[in-house]
């Protein structure tokens, strides 16, 4: 079904089985009307980031493995040791700590955003085309629904047909 090189078997695998669960969720919308319709056009959109971000994933370790310079992370402060209490002022302590840069290990649990993120530093994707991605992450964080901010039942076709073109230009750029 997924016709590209270069994707190890298993993970080709799991995008087929996926996209062929979309096409599932696909037809039984087209079978009820409401709600339920919406509810379906959901559970492909989560599908659909589910393969979005594998893609993503594995196209940033094929350039990792090519040689690709990632940029390292942040500063990250460790062995740190507050000052004796003659050196503090107001409510905040006062500490001396180590720092180091922390140095980017893509990994099979790198978050999502994570990987969105370097890809556009690399320029694997453009800006408009990161955008795009950080939409679908979003998107699929509405699943955590503890942070939503209101009642969560408006997906679409229109949002379902985008997300499937993320996933072609995604497929686009496997070597």
């Known amino acids: ?3 590209v ?6 993970l080709k695998k799991n995008v087929e089985w996926h996209i062929e669960q979309i096409a599932v969720q696909i037809n039984h919308s087209d079978k009820v009307r409401g709600r339920a319709k919406t509810g379906y056009y959901k559970v492909a959109i989560l599908l659909e980031a589910a393969v979005v ?4 994933h594995h196209i940033l370790k094929i350039k990792i493995q090519g040689g ?12 740190c040791y507050t000052l004796p209490q003659i050196y503090q ?11 180091r840069i922390l140095v980017f290990r893509l990994t099979n649990k790198t978050d999502f955003a994570k990987v969105n993120k370097i890809c556009k530093d690399l320029n694997i ?6 955008k795009k991605i950080e939409r679908i992450r979003t998107m699929r964080n509405r699943i955590h629904l503890q942070g939503l901010d209101q009642i969560d039942r408006s997906y679409t076709m ?11 230009k995604l497929i686009d750029k496997l070597p």
């Open 125 to 130: 994707f453009s800006n408009s085309f990161f």
């Open 68 to 79: 690709a310079s990632i940029p390292n992370g942040p500063w990250e402060c460790y062995e």
């Open 53 to 56: 971000e594998a893609l993503a």
């Open 89 to 99: 002022q107001g409510v905040d302590k006062l500490a001396i700590c180590k720092r």
């Open 158 to 168: 229109k949002q379902v047909d985008s997300v499937g073109y993320v996933i072609n």
């Open 5 to 10: 090189n270069n994707i190890p078997e298993i």
């Open 1 to 3: 079904m997924v016709s």
